[in-house]
């Protein structure tokens, strides 16, 4: 909870999410050529409130403030910059909150997890690049600001 949460927790989980997502734009943008793509990977987390997990909520919502003001300080250089906000994915970073949650029981943990889900199921890393690879592609030239939910349906519920 975030009355019990540590704060040199706190502040690494920011360093990381979201310092990282600043300096990330601050310094790289400004070297990019006109009509450029940044996307940000966040959560969804950074669009609803998940009980205990205040820090990592705090620094994917503050993603998306970042990658809002950045899309309108480039626009005039055409470089378009948006957010994608996976659901649980099938991937060791998913393996270890499992363990962190059930060292003797993760199985189960998954389970529940993918319970939630409409479609019952973790998304595959190939399924977040395919949204990616469009984001970074001339087809999205117009597409600007924005946020992007693949979940399988979590953030409809």
């Not at 609803?48 to 998306?64: N, P, W």
């Not at 889900?117 to 469009?134: H, K």
Request: hydrophobic share 40%; aromatic share 8%; net charge neutral.
């Amino acid at each position: 909870s975030i009355e019990d949460y540590p704060n040199e927790v706190f502040d690494k989980v920011i360093a990381v999410n979201l310092k990282g997502v600043w300096y990330g734009c601050k310094y790289v943008i400004p070297k990019m050529v006109e009509g450029g793509s940044v996307i940000i990977t966040s959560s969804v987390a950074g669009l609803k409130g998940f009980k205990g997990l205040g820090a990592y909520v705090t620094s994917k919502h503050g993603v998306i403030g970042i990658m809002r003001v950045a899309a309108l300080e480039f626009a005039d250089r055409k470089i378009r910059v948006n957010t994608v906000h996976p659901g649980p994915v099938n991937t060791q970073m998913m393996r270890r909150i499992e363990t962190d949650i059930s060292p003797d029981n993760s199985a189960e943990v998954q389970k529940g997890f993918e319970a939630i889900v409409p479609y019952g199921r973790y998304a595959e890393a190939l399924e977040i690049s395919n949204l990616v690879l469009y984001l970074a592609s001339d087809e999205s030239k117009y597409v600007n600001g924005n946020t992007y939910v693949i979940d399988g349906g979590l953030m409809a519920g």
